[in-house]
């Protein structure tokens, strides 16, 4: 596609609840990044995907927080039994090779109630 | 483990004001340095970036960055804002080692003034 997209673009879920975020990569792009954004907050780096290395998972706040890349192309970042705390926006982003420039997503914005 | 600081995070400048926003970073190897800006209700947009060669490097809307490597600064600047420039504006690095995540600082929220 023309841009990196991510869905929902909105979420409302109870606590409690699991949530599925999708992120699909600027096409032939090999690197796929997640990041979180909280209100008045800079990004924090969850997680890095990388051609068919192992993922770097370092950024995941808690065993809550994972994510998959299938096929080396579309990323779903999964928040298990969701906390108000998890409230933020779930921003994806791409680039065409490692240390390459990346592109971002409109972000997926989480409400936790 | 690599950090990015940026000191100032919030700016508030009159039109026509200069600007520099300070952006250090921890790690002493290679590095790809980046500027981003977020408009209000925007995504995240790439402003410049430096891989390598010469240590002044120019972006979009009159934005320009210069790489120090013996302070471990990239501080970006703009001679004269503009009303327009009102943003949320986050140095990043990638650095070498294990892996190429990028890591961004914390923000710098500029208001400008018309």
């Known amino acids: 596609g023309a841009g990196v997209s991510q869905s929902p673009s909105n979420k409302v879920t109870e606590k409690g609840k699991d949530v599925e975020l999708r992120c699909d990569p600027i096409?032939?792009?090999?690197?796929l990044y997640w990041y979180r954004q909280s209100l008045g907050q800079g990004l924090e780096f969850l997680i890095y995907?990388?051609?068919?290395?192992?993922?770097?998972k370092s950024g995941l706040p808690s065993d809550r927080f994972s994510a998959e890349r299938t096929g080396g192309s579309v990323s779903t970042l999964t928040i298990q039994r969701t906390q108000q705390e998890d409230s933020a926006v779930y921003l994806c982003?791409?680039?065409?090779?490692?240390?390459?420039?990346?592109?971002f997503g409109e972000g997926s914005w989480l409400t936790v109630v | 483990a690599q950090s990015v600081s940026q000191h100032n995070h919030h700016v508030i400048l009159s039109e026509a004001a200069s600007l520099e926003l300070g952006c250090n970073y921890s790690?002493?190897?290679?590095?790809?340095l980046f500027w981003y800006v977020q408009y209000p209700g925007q995504h995240l947009q790439l402003l410049l970036k430096?891989?390598?060669?010469?240590?002044l490097v120019k972006g979009i809307k009159g934005f320009e960055a210069e790489f120090i490597k013996s302070k471990f600064s990239f501080n970006l600047r703009k001679p004269s804002v503009q009303w327009s420039d009102t943003a949320e504006y986050f140095c990043?690095?990638?650095?070498?080692?294990?892996?190429?995540?990028?890591?961004f600082g914390t923000g710098t929220r500029l208001q400008v003034f018309p």
């Open positions: 990043a690095v990638i650095s070498g080692g294990n892996t190429d995540k990028l890591i």
């Open positions: 982003a791409s680039s065409l090779y490692n240390r390459g420039t990346i592109y």
């Open positions: 790690y002493g190897g290679t590095v790809n």
């Open positions: 096409s032939g792009h090999t690197a």
């Open positions: 995907f990388q051609g068919n290395s192992a993922p770097d």
């Open positions: 430096y891989f390598s060669g010469d240590p």
